[in-house]
């Protein structure tokens, strides 16, 4: 394990020694520290994987409207069509 140095607000430094001393949930400042660490990274993690099937979602998207003959340059759709492509992917994603 590798051991960091950080400078932390004075403010944060006393709410951290209170939840330690009334939760008993961290035995030191170290381990609350190495826990809100973790907890980030999985929140980063999991953020970046919602990015990505974000990305892949509107890669598919455009590759349906290119092969639907859309030019990329135009947006020309009825009401109807919009309406249509919106239940499409709700359906497509499990909402109808």
Do not use: C, H, P, Q
Not at 46 to 66: G, P, V
């Amino acid at each position: 394990m590798k051991t960091l140095t950080v400078a932390v607000n004075e403010e944060y430094v006393k709410t951290i020694d209170s939840v330690i001393k009334s939760s008993k949930l961290y035995s030191s400042r170290s381990e609350f520290i190495k826990d809100a660490v973790r907890e980030k990274m999985e929140s980063l993690i999991k953020l970046n994987d919602e990015l990505d099937e974000i990305r892949a979602a509107s890669i598919r998207l455009a590759k349906k409207a290119r092969a639907a003959g859309w030019d990329g340059k135009t947006v020309s759709l009825s009401r109807k069509e919009k309406e249509r492509i919106a239940n499409e992917l709700l359906k497509e994603k499990g909402f109808k």
